[in-house]
């Protein structure tokens, strides 16, 4: 077996630690080729409860992976494509974000090196998403509302509608003003770091999709707490993604819509997306994937124009 420098085939929702690769993020996975047969495993910091993956084979995703203890192997076929992407597992969000995720080796016992699929980061664009639990993945299916799909979700469509890689910053129950329900990581945070202190890895992105709103609008948000909370993170994304194009979608509740219309007047990189128009319901439960197909459908008209 050989010991896989894995940050390599990591997407961007990863960070090196001196404990392992760490992640916070739904939808964080890994993106390579296997040029002969062989068995990629990984070793996990613990036991997580109801680990689940989704791994998809030349872009076709296959049926989901449980880990049951802290161990993974992956048996796979040379030849071929592979995306293996985190879907899920027993833990609530702030303390997803506080602990994390961690993989602390990798190992692959093929007699040729995985290929990485994934340039170095200051070498390739990316497309960004920035948002809350519906751009996480959270999806409707069956009776489960609180079922993750990263995968299957809105942003990971459009990327693959234009053949880019994703990177994604999205927490569910978060928002911009402190009347989301959840208030880690603040939408700011999040920007700069995958858990407390841990910096995020810096992408090239020429377009950001951001997707905020909706919690603060269910949960009481005033309009002068949005306005505030939105102009100041207006100004964090610049500094983020200096040189990239934003596309704020307006809450899919109606909520807020002319204090984007506002606040992105004094800026000549900014476009405001009436989602709100498009029929995606929120309530009572998660959209599911019909809703996020067509969500991507909309979003990638736009991108294109």
Same mark, same amino acid.
């Given at each position: ?48 409860? *109801? +680990? #689940?993956?989704? !791994?998809?084979? @030349? ?7 449980? $880990?049951?203890? %802290? ?41 040729? *090196? +995985? #290929?990485?699929? !994934?340039?170095? @980061? ?7 998403? $920035?948002?809350? %639990? ?172």
């Amino acid at each position: 077996m050989n010991e896989l420098e894995l940050i390599k085939l990591a997407t961007p929702e990863w960070s090196a630690t001196e404990e392992g690769l760490r992640t916070s993020q739904y939808g964080a996975g890994f993106i390579f080729q296997a040029p002969v047969t062989g068995t990629l495993s990984f070793d996990f910091a613990h036991h997580y409860p *109801d +680990l #689940v993956w989704t !791994l998809a084979i @030349d872009g076709q995703d296959q049926d989901q992976i449980l $880990v049951a203890n %802290s161990h993974l192997d992956l048996h796979l076929q040379g030849g071929h494509d592979y995306q293996l992407t985190l879907d899920q597992w027993q833990t609530g969000q702030v303390a997803f974000w506080q602990t994390g995720l961690i993989i602390t080796a990798a190992n692959w016992d093929g007699d040729s *090196d +995985l #290929v990485p699929a !994934l340039k170095a @980061d200051n070498e390739q664009s990316y497309l960004t998403f $920035v948002g809350d %639990s519906i751009t996480a993945g959270e999806f409707m299916e069956g009776s489960n509302h609180d079922s993750h799909r990263p995968s299957q979700s809105f942003p990971a469509l459009v990327a693959k509608h234009f053949g880019q890689r994703l990177n994604r910053i999205a927490y569910g129950g978060t928002g911009l003003t402190s009347r989301a329900p959840f208030q880690e990581p603040k939408a700011i945070d999040a920007l700069w770091q995958v858990g407390p202190g841990i910096s995020r890895r810096r992408v090239q992105t020429k377009q950001v999709v951001v997707a905020y709103g909706l919690n603060d609008g269910n949960y009481g948000a005033t309009d002068q707490e949005f306005a505030f909370g939105l102009r100041v993170y207006l100004l964090e994304l610049v500094k983020r993604f200096h040189g990239a194009h934003f596309y704020l979608l307006t809450p899919w509740n109606g909520a807020f819509v002319e204090i984007f219309n506002q606040e992105v007047a004094r800026f000549d990189n900014f476009t405001v997306v009436p989602a709100h128009e498009w029929g995606v319901k929120t309530r009572p439960n998660h959209p599911g994937l019909a809703a996020h197909q067509l969500m991507a459908e909309k979003i990638a008209a736009v991108l294109e124009d």
